[in-house]
């Protein structure tokens, strides 16, 4: 058996030293080598501060009198680590100091927090595999650390092409390449952790960003690219606005488990603040060459809310937008944007408030483009039809929208699956029969000729005929009825009569002598 590292944390029991004594007995009996002592904790084992009780317990009698020690015999801490996939740091420390000494057991003698602790080196040390058939298995490996500011910095500094693949020239190019070929990516990871957005996954809900040197660097290059025409068209990433992490509490502790930093409201921890952002947009509209710099990915229009300086906004609109700004509302009935984890529409109204307001104040014309989504866990042909009348009252006409679509490890997968929301364990409504899915996606698009059959039916379902006329609040007019038919005896009074054909005279004029 490998060597064994055991500690102490939270306030001193009664109990707590007897502890120590039993789980040093207990290692020795299954044979450990060493037993060491963390000195104060984690905390004084991420200062390297062992202890080596094999020294210090060195017969039956120090053992006999470490369980009528009272307090802390090692000495204790209130030190909680962060999520291993926020901040790796103290992750590698220990398990770097684990390898140094050869341990193979760790224990936690305490409370919750000691509970954490464990639970937390378990999740980043141990490779899960979960047997799937007789011949295959599921393998996840610990998740990779999420890479530093610096880290980032060389990444982008590497020699890109800023074009696809040569391969594809023979099958025409790629279409795409225009948006992106002179976009620049700003940061990584996302802390809005909309729930069925699997970023967090990929990137983690840290957020980390590139530095101004290396994004103006990247800019500055661009300017001599034969290509280049004077406009960046993005600097943004999973989300533009996004700079630094939501909180220092979560650098120390780690991202909260059991809520989200900014939906259904932000978090009061919430630091929030755009001025970094601004300035650097600032500068890369300085660069000799560029003539635009344009902010196309997403923002979070709910963290602009909450920021009282209204500079970014202002500049946002004034520099930043290219006639259209999109924007992803997803829904606007509320059970659902919880369904969602997205915030309530309320904020998204304030937003949209503020943003004509201030496109009118400087002379501008300018629109939002809402992402919406149809057939999410929780929404029921009703609520589409909800969105379509609040589509309609606000003059916004989305050309496309998107179906729900399952992505692993997400909350709204679980949901789709299980017919259960996992946060509260309550029963959700999954739509998943493809002609329902037809009519919510018909509904957003409404005005659309093509899709008035499938909106008739939705409204039917709903029993929102109501919105089936002439009226300003109607989304269809009625169906046109051809009252002429054969064996209608009224039918001739209804209508306009047929066109008849005149027999004119075909006497021939007389000619003239």
């Known amino acids: 058996m490998k060597n064994v590292l055991v500690g102490q944390s939270g306030g001193p029991t009664a109990v707590i030293n007897s ?5 040093y007995e207990t290692a020795k009996a299954c044979g450990a080598e060493h037993v060491y002592g963390m000195q104060y904790g984690i905390a004084g084992v991420l200062e390297g501060k062992l202890v080596d009780l094999d020294a210090v317990l060195s017969d039956k009698m120090d053992i006999e009198l470490l369980k009528r020690t009272p307090s802390s015999f090692l000495g204790s801490c209130r030190y909680k680590l962060p999520q291993p996939d926020v901040d ?21 003698i305490g409370g919750n927090d000691s509970m954490d602790t ?28 999420s890479l530093t500011r610096e ?7 590497l020699p890109f092409t800023r074009t696809y693949h040569p391969s594809y020239e023979a099958m025409g190019g790629v ?43 990247e800019a500055e290059e661009m ?37 989200k930093c900014l939906a259904p409201k932000p978090c009061p921890q919430l630091e929030i603040d755009h001025m970094e952002y601004v300035e650097l947009l600032r500068k890369l509209r300085r660069i ?33 937008i290219s006639g259209q700004l999109k924007v992803a509302p997803e829904h606007c009935v509320n059970h659902v944007l ?63 929208v998107q179906d729900f679509y399952p992505t692993p490890s997400t909350l709204s997968t679980c949901m789709y699956y299980t017919g259960i929301n996992p946060l509260d364990g309550k029963s959700v409504y999954v739509p998943k029969d493809p002609h329902e899915k037809a009519i919510q996606r018909a509904l957003m698009l409404y005005k659309n000729p093509a899709n008035r059959k499938l909106v008739l039916e939705g409204l039917q379902r709903a029993g929102r005929m109501d919105l089936v006329g002439f009226g300003p609040k109607c989304l269809i007019r009625p169906e046109k009825k051809n009252s002429f038919s054969p064996g209608n005896k009224n039918s001739g009074s209804s209508r306009r009569p047929a066109h008849r054909t005149t027999i004119r005279n075909t006497h021939k004029k007389k000619t003239k002598k």
């Open 223 to 259: 300017t001599h690219n034969p290509h280049f025409k004077g406009y960046i068209h993005d600097v943004g990433g999973p989300t533009a606005d996004f700079r630094y992490p939501s909180c220092k509490k979560q650098l120390k502790y780690g991202l909260c488990q059991n809520r």
């Open 19 to 23: 502890s120590l004594a039993g789980v």
């Open 338 to 400: 919880d369904k969602m984890g997205k915030p309530h529409i309320q904020d998204f109204d304030r937003f949209c408030k503020r943003f004509y307001e201030e496109t009118k104040r400087i002379g501008k014309e300018q629109y939002l483009v809402p992402y919406l989504m149809s057939s999410h866990p929780g929404c029921t042909i009703a609520d589409a039809v909800e969105l379509a009348v609040y589509l309609k009252r606000h003059h916004m006409r989305p050309e496309q």
């Open 288 to 320: 000799k060459g560029v003539k635009k710099v344009f902010v196309r990915s997403g923002i979070r229009y709910d963290y602009l809310n909450a920021d009282p300086n209204p500079t970014f906004l202002q500049e946002l609109v004034k520099y930043h």
């Open 88 to 108: 790796e740091a103290p992750f590698v420390q220990l398990f770097d100091l684990f390898k140094q000494y050869d341990i193979g057991a760790v224990f936690y």
């Open 175 to 217: 279409d795409a390449i225009k948006e992106v070929e002179f976009s620049i990516i700003q940061n990584r990871g996302c802390f809005g952790n909309c729930n069925f957005c699997a970023i967090t996954f990929h990137q983690g809900r840290q957020v980390v960003s590139r530095s101004e040197q290396s994004i103006l660097h």
């Open 118 to 145: 464990i639970s937390k080196l378990s999740v980043y040390g141990k490779t899960i595999v979960q047997k799937q058939t007789d011949t295959l298995y599921l393998v996840q490996n610990p998740p990779m650390p």
């Open 151 to 157: 880290e980032l910095d060389e990444v982008f500094d």
